[in-house]
């Protein structure tokens, strides 16, 4: 008699349970409600500050070029920090103490970026004629960078014309800036990769640092005699703290690409390598293009290969590979040279830049496709957004670039990246050559896709850069921000002797928009009566 407190579970697992009176009350109770953003996609792609990335010069006299071509602009996911490089593409004049990298961080008042203080002008600035011991003559410092989540790993590549090697130039950020650290036990900030070399003067930048700072990636499409192909496999680790912090690369595995033979002979050059991108849990992306010796046919392929991060082991076979349904394509653009995957390694997205709409009709429109592992091993991946024909419908879907003037609209030629924040696909891509509107315009987009509530793809903003600006040449994607990079602000100097023009990082703002939704959560039950 007099009643009975009884908890929650313990109603639950009662299978039969009789009450003489009829009075029950369920309290406490706790309604949580939960925030998820969506991209909004009226008000985001405003342009909140254009920064100047470098100089480009031409003289006659010598054929030097200062701020030519490759460059790189990154954001750190948080937003916090902006990485601006300007890289020589070739000197005759001893300008390689000009390169630098910008480092840009968000304030307060002021511009969006600046020193920190409100001031419109960098927070640090990493020159390479500041660094001891280095060559006086250094072609593309700096033309790719490499950071972590937010920024606090910065690596700077160096290509000295080197094709049987890469060298990196490491940095970690400490309380007041970015300092050089040892690299593997050595008392130098530099660090030589003799199982990879470079690609010098090339616009796709091949190579990947995990989000978490944990796994790096260098590939070279073009690697051995035979143009194989390669990608090696680096774990990194950090140790110490401030400025006694060290990294140390720790060689994993080499890849190499397979060249189909006839009697002997090879028919097919693969080119592993010619796009990559890892996640935090050693899931890694790398495309290949498998042409023919007169560069007019090509058979691309992606693959997915699996680092297994906690037993420290490498499946040498890739774990799932794509090949484009009609085939074989005979463009040198339709190749894939662009590709992401998420930092988590549940996402991945690449690009056949030139692929043609419908083919064979020379329009050069490129196309974008994105898949989602579909199984816990990653042997299983299906195709997110686009038409309802899936996988086998090549041509439907919003991921097709799309022309106002003509053809060579290059849907994804330079940068594709793909990452996922509070449930939302977010997609960047750029094309530096597209002829979209105008010859080599440029163009770049940012598209967002929500599973469960869209259909398709949408497109949040789309830009078109000016005249032969060759807008797209960088592009990076942060959480609330993303940076568009075009080669020269004034396009129409760049042939005349010994003009200056300047390359432009444009920052564009991502705004959200609220969903809603609530749930209520019984903590206990308070039951009044007599149990029988």
């Known amino acids: 008699g007099g009643g009975n407190n009884i908890t929650a579970t313990e109603i639950a697992s009662s299978s039969t349970l009789t009450l003489k009176s009829d009075t029950i009350s369920l309290s406490p109770y706790s309604q949580n409600v939960v925030a998820v953003n969506d991209v909004d996609t009226t008000n985001s792609g405003t342009t909140m500050q254009t920064l100047e990335a470098g100089t480009f010069r031409r003289n006659n006299t010598s054929g030097d070029y200062y701020s030519d071509k490759w460059w790189n602009t990154l954001i750190g996911k948080d937003g916090n920090y902006m990485f601006i490089s300007n890289s020589i593409s070739w000197t005759n004049d001893s ?3 000009l390169q630098y990298v910008k480092i840009y961080k968000k304030q307060s008042s002021g511009d969006l970026y600046g020193d920190g203080d409100g001031n419109p002008g960098p927070f640090q600035t990493i020159t390479y004629g500041d660094i001891t011991g280095s060559p006086s003559s250094m072609r593309e410092w700096a033309r790719d960078l490499q950071i972590d989540q937010n920024g606090d790993l910065l690596m700077i590549d160096a290509s000295e014309n080197h094709n049987t090697q890469q060298k990196w130039y490491v940095y970690y950020k400490t309380s007041s800036n970015w300092a050089p ?4 036990g050595t008392n130098s900030n530099i660090r030589t990769f003799p199982q990879v070399g470079n690609l010098p003067n090339n616009s796709h930048i091949l190579n990947k640092l995990s ?3 944990q796994l790096l990636v260098l590939s070279n499409n073009h690697q051995n005699p035979d143009s194989t192909g390669r990608f090696v496999l680096f774990k990194v680790a950090l140790t110490g703290s401030g400025s006694s912090t060290e990294i140390f690369f720790t060689h994993v595995v080499t890849v190499d690409g397979t060249n189909e033979y006839t009697g002997g002979s090879i028919t097919r050059w693969a080119h592993l390598g010619s796009c ?7 899931t890694i992306l790398v495309g290949s293009y498998n042409r023919n010796s007169s560069w007019s046919n090509f058979k691309c392929k992606v693959y997915v290969y699996k680092y297994d991060v906690d037993a420290d082991s490498f499946n040498s076979s890739p774990i799932w590979t794509w ?4 085939g074989y394509r005979n463009n040198y653009t339709e190749q894939i040279e662009a590709g992401s995957i998420t930092s988590d390694g549940n996402y991945i997205a690449f690009s056949s830049h030139g692929q043609d709409n419908p083919e064979n009709s020379t329009n050069n429109y490129g196309w974008i496709r994105v898949y989602k592992k579909n199984n816990a091993s990653g042997t299983d991946w299906v195709r997110v957004g686009g038409p309802s024909g899936g996988d086998s419908d090549l041509f439907g879907g919003t991921l097709w670039g799309s022309t106002v003037n003509g053809g060579n609209v290059f849907m994804g030629q330079t940068f594709v990246t ?3 924040v509070d449930g939302t696909l977010r997609l960047l891509q750029s094309a530096h050559q597209s002829s979209r509107v105008n010859y080599v315009n440029g163009w770049a987009s ?6 469960g509530a869209d259909s398709d793809w949408v497109l949040v903003k789309s830009h078109d850069g000016t005249t ?3 807008f797209g040449r960088a592009a990076s994607l942060g959480h609330n921000y993303y940076v568009i990079g075009s080669q020269q602000d004034n396009p129409s100097a760049q042939s005349n002797v010994n003009n200056v023009v300047k390359s432009k990082a444009y920052v564009y703002d991502i705004e959200t928009t609220v969903i809603s939704s609530s749930n209520v959560a019984t903590t206990s039950a308070n039951v009044s009566g007599e149990l029988t």
């Open 276 to 282: 990559c991108s890892v996640a935090n849990d050693g």
């Open 468 to 470: 032969s600006s060759e």
């Open 418 to 420: 793909i990452d996922k």
């Open 181 to 184: 650290i040892n690299c593997d």
């Open 211 to 213: 989000a978490n700072g």
């Open 95 to 97: 300008l390689s103490s």
């Open 323 to 326: 090949e484009e349904p009609d």
């Open 446 to 451: 940012l598209y967002k896709f929500r599973e």
